[in-house]
């Protein structure tokens, strides 16, 4: 159990274009899922944390305009990348918390990733 | 300032050898801790984790880990290393500040030699 899914895996874009990626939580309701990016043989660092029926909350120097996020059900976070450039290029992670309490209530399931190339 | 520090950026161990990868972290009371393992291109994997108890800390793949709170640390072994666990090895900390969000370390690139 505890899965959670990310859509695509890897996406590939013109610079100025936008993408979406998608985070699920297949078998089980997150009210809170976590964005983090990783750079290249670089750690993974905390983008925002998003809660179900709320805006957003991001960490300091990370754009909300840009990075747009949307948790519209307890089983789906989506980040858009808007108007993309090539240093948006990145590792996205997505990971979400069992709000029922499989595993213990705070541990984080993570998502395989989806790799972000802007041309 | 809460801080998770993993000194080891790079090691390298004989198949068969046994293994240790640091971790330290600066935060206010003892959060909860774990490990995660990342092979290349691919997304993380809980080896296990510390809340309470017993410090000594059993997980997958046959790796440990112990926590000393003396020394604010949380040291991940393993006995004998095979190939297949040459990956990226990441230290997490959550709490304090953070909430219920990962402070992730540095990571340590673990390579394995024949």
């Known amino acids: 159990g505890a899965v959670v899914s990310q859509h695509p895996s890897w996406v590939i874009c013109k610079s100025g274009t936008s993408v979406k990626i998608e985070c699920r939580s297949l078998d089980f309701q997150a009210t809170t899922m976590f964005w983090y990016r990783q750079f290249p043989k670089q750690s993974l660092m905390l983008m925002a944390t998003s809660n179900e029926g709320s805006k957003a909350t991001y960490e300091q120097g990370v754009e909300k305009d840009k990075f747009l996020i949307n948790h519209a059900s307890l089983t789906l976070s989506t980040l858009t990348v808007t108007s993309a450039h090539p240093e948006d290029s990145s590792f996205y992670i997505c990971?979400?918390?069992?709000?029922?309490?499989?595993?213990?209530?705070?541990?984080?399931?993570f998502g395989p990733g989806t790799r972000l190339t802007v041309l | 300032a809460q801080s998770v520090t993993q000194p080891d950026i790079h090691i390298t161990v004989s198949e068969g050898a046994s293994l240790e990868l640091r971790c330290n972290y600066s935060?206010?009371?003892?959060?909860?801790l774990f490990w995660y393992v990342q092979s290349p291109g691919q997304g993380l994997q809980l080896l296990l984790k510390?809340?309470?108890?017993?410090?000594l800390v059993q997980g997958i793949k046959g790796f440990e880990a112990e926590f000393k709170r003396s020394q604010s640390s949380f040291n991940l072994r393993k006995p004998s290393v095979h190939w297949s666990d040459a990956a990226e090895y990441f230290c997490a900390v959550q709490g304090g500040n953070s909430g219920y969000a990962l402070n992730f370390g540095k990571g340590t690139s673990l390579l394995v030699t024949p």
């Open positions: 935060y206010g009371a003892t959060p909860y």
């Open positions: 990971s979400a918390r069992d709000i029922s309490g499989q595993g213990a209530n705070n541990e984080q399931f």
């Open positions: 510390y809340f309470s108890g017993d410090t």
